[in-house]
């Protein structure tokens, strides 16, 4: 995924989440709903989110040094990983907490609903249907290039840049938690139970340690360094299978230094009787086809060798 797709979903969001947060804390004071306090956390935390994995980008594209040679192109995952435990996880602790305490609340009051001006709060949850809706839409045009003809899930499970998949499981999550909200404020109201707006607050608050386990297992999984994905090793491989010094390919590795990037080792077989100039060409040639079949691998470690019998299975 280039960085200009994750930028611009990252800031849409970003400016629906702010004003949303601001509208729905309004909300909670004038109405006291535990819905719409557990939500304008939620937009807060979401902003949160959006400026970090903005500041990952930034630092991302820092050049290499002697002490990070690769560069920092995994400072993305860093914070997507950030992203997904510290601020879900404290805005689905939170809303748990509040709904728990709501639930009690109501509880030992009897039941009664505890809202004033609940128009206020049916409002401002409609506004912000609509505001999450149109960055939901913006993170969907900016993914569906890159998602081929994978299903959203997969896209999710194997896209190497979190960006995307973090804003895309955020804006759908901000929906369904919004839904969960107007549900319980509506129930709230119809029913005069103040049962119904704290149970919205727990729903709330479970979803989002729900989406938090699913990105924190995902972004491990970048963070711990994972290969090339399997189109990309199959155009590498038919690069390397289609350089004429090339014999075969003896074992190869690929690792991802960030979602741009990826390393590329391999040992190929050479012919035995060809001279240093010709395996240097032929090295020369593989890089370029591997770079012209998949830019994104620009770290290229080719080891030529002698294919040995124990070797001719996993060369093919």
Do not use: C
Request: glycine share 12%; hydrophobic share 55%.
């Amino acid at each position: 995924m280039s960085t200009s797709h994750g930028a611009r979903a990252i800031v849409a969001a970003l400016g629906a989440n702010l004003g949303i947060a601001v509208a729905k804390l309004v909300a909670f004071l004038v109405t006291g709903s535990s819905a719409m306090l557990a939500e304008s956390i939620h937009s807060v935390a979401d902003s949160g989110n959006q400026v970090l994995l903005l500041v990952g980008g930034r630092r991302a594209r820092r050049a290499a040094t002697p002490a990070h040679p690769f560069g920092y192109g995994r400072e993305r995952y860093v914070y997507g990983f950030l992203v997904s435990i510290v601020l879900f996880t404290l805005g689905g602790l939170f809303a748990v907490y509040e709904g728990w305490h709501k639930l009690a609340e109501a509880t030992s009051a009897g039941g009664h609903p505890g809202l004033t001006s609940p128009g206020w709060a049916v409002a401002v949850l409609a506004i912000a249907i609509v505001l999450e809706s149109l960055s939901l839409r913006t993170a969907v045009a900016e993914a569906t290039p890159l998602r081929g003809q994978a299903s959203w899930w997969q896209f999710v499970r194997r896209a190497k840049a979190p960006e995307l998949p973090v804003v895309l499981l955020e804006d759908f999550g901000a929906l369904v938690g919004l839904l969960l909200a107007l549900v319980g404020v509506g129930l709230s109201i119809l029913t005069g139970s103040g049962v119904w707006d704290a149970a919205g607050t727990l729903a709330i608050g479970t979803l989002l340690l729900l989406i938090a386990v699913l990105l924190g297992v995902e972004t491990k999984s970048l963070l711990l360094g994972e290969g090339a994905s399997p189109a990309d090793l199959d155009q590498i491989t038919e690069a390397l299978r289609a350089e004429p010094g090339v014999a075969g390919i003896i074992h190869m590795r690929t690792l991802h230094l960030g979602p741009d990037e990826l390393l590329v080792a391999a040992k190929i077989a050479v012919d035995g009787g060809a001279s240093a100039a010709q395996v240097a060409a032929a090295i020369d040639g593989a890089e370029r086809r591997i770079r012209a079949a998949v830019p994104i691998a620009r770290v290229i470690y080719l080891e030529p060798d002698l294919l040995r019998a124990a070797e001719v299975g996993e060369a093919g």
